[in-house]
């Protein structure tokens, strides 16, 4: 057996994903650091680590959005590199020069590859320059509401203003005419202030109805990029994704051999390295646009990992450590199909509200290939000060109709229960069984429809 | 780096630190900059002085598992770290320390400091009284919420 490629790996995270890193590691032979908030003193990911440090209150702010916890107890714990999983600092190119400051590996990729992809309106700009197709919209930011006015009238209406810094689904208003879009245009300026500190918003016209389809791609430090075939994220409610599968549900083989092609060409162009996400459109006529590419490790990795048989995490951290590509494109096979539900402690019926609290019950499913990631355990308290993700059920099947039965029987058996606690639980078995899904006829405006009563 | 390049360097900085005093509520009482590692320190007045003062931290870091079980009497109070670093009884090596037992302070008053990604973080005393402790030797690793020295706090 190789040497692993690191000693001791901090894990600059919490909850499922911390644990899902965490766990690769020890596969690898490599010793792992937790950090912690005081909320999260008794989590399980904690638990599992082989050495955690407290580095902080409750609060975001002072925990895992900050920087000095993490770097002073990786140099006090001796660790090699450090894994930023998703969310927090896992995008923030600050925190990457930090670490290499510290004589830490960021598991990640570049700094200034970070910076670039990193604000929406350049990506942009950038993939257009290296061959891909853009939606029609600003070039770079748009200084002013008069600006935006203007180029939506060049683009036509419906337009969406997104926030150059934004991420995770937020920084998102959509204007249908040039009434809404004054309102639209100072709100998401307002949200993209406040969240993430620039306030620079972009233009682009906005697709009613589309499939929000993704490619996994891995880079290396020699240059290679393979992409590990999309992912399916049509299922979600205000950009939040809901249910993610693959392969997507009636692809052509022409559109899906596109959608690699661009993929790699993209992440070749920026000189990615690592595990990203290239996001797409797909119209109702199969017209494929680029969205934006996300640096970091995803959520719904596991749908990739369940058709390729590859650890992504694991590739993240040989990419890091300097090692070339474990797989070349000829040797990526996609097996099955897989889906990926989120069950989160809200509350559908009181417009998705988060219902944190303490988890009496919580059985999780299990049976042939399926996947339970999720950072809690009967008796836990979900914690109110971060995202609402109890669970990532993911399963796997020869075929997608053998998925969702599977997805279904899976979900009956979830159960979860506390004072106060709700989950989306009867929400994604109501999706999974829907006729609509498993035509693989819905867009990303299928959820709210159905909410609203209108299928 | 060549004196135009630091002092170009200062003046992003001095602009940087403007634009963040402008943008934070709360008063500010010191600026510290540094451009060789690009550091800025800035403390704002102990919170209440200012009609805008941050919002306060719902928790206390007294509550994190570090705080001690043994000590019953109600008078003691602990001191802990506010973040996770190097603690350090005294302002630089070699010097007198802060508040070796026995010293008298007030509130407000450095007792130790926690160094953190080269920044110097003062930790003061809550409350007047007398040191009776100091937990942790110079220069040791310590966690956020870890207890560093104990306080006899005066009597009523």
Redesign the interface.
Known sequence: MTAPPFRKVLIANRGEIALRIARTCREMGIATVAVYS??D?DAAFVAFADEA???????PR??YL????P???AL?CGADAVHPGYGFLSEDPDFAV?CAG?GLTFIGPRPEVMASVGDKAKVRELMRDAGLPVLPGSDGAVPTAADAERLAAEIGYPVVVKAAAGGGGRGIGVARSAKDLPRVYRETVALARSVFGNGEVYLERYLERARHVEVQVLGDEAGNVVHLGERDCSLQRRNQKLVEEAPSPGLSDRIRAELGMYAVAGAKAVGYTGAGTMEFLVDDRGRVTFMELNARIQVEHPVTEALTGIDLIREQIRIAAGLPLAVKQEDVRLTGAAIECRVNAEDPDRGFLPTPGRLDVFNVPGGPWTRVDSGFAPGDTVPPYYDSLLAKLIVWAPTRAEAIARAERALGEFTVSGPGVATTIPLLRRLVTHPVFAAGEHTTRFVEELLDGRS | MSEERWSEEFRLLRAEVASLIKTIPGAVSTVALRVGDRAVEISWAPHGTAATAPRV???L?Q????APADVTDPSIRSVVAP????FYVAPEPGADPFAPPGTRVEPGQTVGIVE??K?MNQVPSEWPGEVVEVLVTDGQ?V????ELVRVRVDGP
Do not use: D, F, K
């Open positions: 005081t909320a003193r440090v407290h580095i902080g209150p409750a609060a002072r925990s900050s920087m000095p916890g770097i002073e107890a006090r930090v510290n | 931290e719902p928790e870091p509550e994190s598992p570090a973040l996770v670093g190097t953190a990604m920044l690793p966690e956020y919420g870890q």
